[in-house]
T-cell receptor, first 113, second 112 residues
Framework: GNSVTQMEGPVTLSEEAFLTINCTYT??????LFWYVQYPGEGLQLLLK?????DKGSNKGFEATYRKETTSFHLEKGSVQVSDSAVYFC????????????FGSGTRLSIRP | DAMVIQNPRYQVTQFGKPVTLSCSQT?????MYWYQQKSSQAPKLLFH???????NEADTPDNFQSRRPNTSFCFLDIRSPGLGDTAMYLC???????????FGPGTRLLVL
């Protein structure tokens, strides 16, 4: 079945450090891939998405590239800020069940000033 | 401006006392979902509506029910909450073809 595996946290970085959160997936067909962010006490917000191989999603300085050959969708940011502290969820939806999302377990990110 | 609204944001109830959580949307999306999220875990899908068609996940306890009286509103009813039902409950919407679910801010439920 379809699944998402992401880097375990927590991840703690200093402000302005480079961020990578790894995400790999298993899916049949051609899934769409997402990163959602959840700030403390809030719901999930879509951060970025990519719907086909080699697509790059980007938003708020974050980027992720859909790599079909490595079944990966790693999240990166060149210079993190304290305000980026949150939980990040990698997720996929597959064409076969387009209305359902499968989430990874989440990675908690803490940024030190 | 808010697109998916959940009320209340915080709810405290007693063990066994029924509780209803509310979700409304201004997006006119045809699919609505309820998720349960326990601390530091991924959201777990409880059920969803595709228009008026109700779809229950196989492992959703019978204690959880839902109603969708119209396109805009969806309710989560917990008939006899247990301590293990303490969690954040998230509502989300989806429009077929958009490939994106839109989440509300969640209701944090505490069962005492």
């Amino acid at each position: 079945g379809n699944s998402v595996t992401q880097m375990e946290g927590p991840v703690t970085l200093s402000e302005e450090a480079f961020l990578t959160i790894n995400c790999t997936y298993t899916a049949t067909g051609y899934p769409s891939l997402f990163w959602y962010v959840q700030y403390p006490g809030e719901g999930l917000q879509l951060l970025l998405k990519a719907t086909k191989a080699d697509d790059k999603g980007s938003n708020k300085g974050f980027e992720a590239t859909y790599r079909k050959e490595t079944t990966s969708f790693h999240l990166e940011k060149g210079s993190v800020q304290v305000s980026d502290s949150a939980v990040y969820f990698c997720a996929l939806s597959s064409y076969s069940s387009a209305s359902k999302i499968i989430f990874g377990s989440g990675t908690r990110l803490s940024i030190r000033p | 401006d808010a697109m998916v609204i959940q009320n209340p944001r915080y709810q405290v109830t007693q063990f066994g006392k029924p509780v209803t959580l509310s979700c409304s949307q201004t997006l006119n999306h045809n699919v609505m979902y309820w998720y349960q999220q326990k601390s530091s875990q991924a959201p777990k899908l409880l059920f969803h509506y595709y228009d008026k068609d109700f779809n229950n996940e196989a492992d959703t306890p019978d204690n959880f029910q839902s109603r969708r009286p119209n396109t805009s509103f969806c309710f989560l009813d917990i008939r006899s909450p247990g301590l293990g039902d303490t969690a954040m409950y998230l509502c989300a919407t989806y429009w077929v073809g958009s490939e994106t679910q839109y989440f509300g801010p969640g209701t944090r439920l505490l069962v005492l």
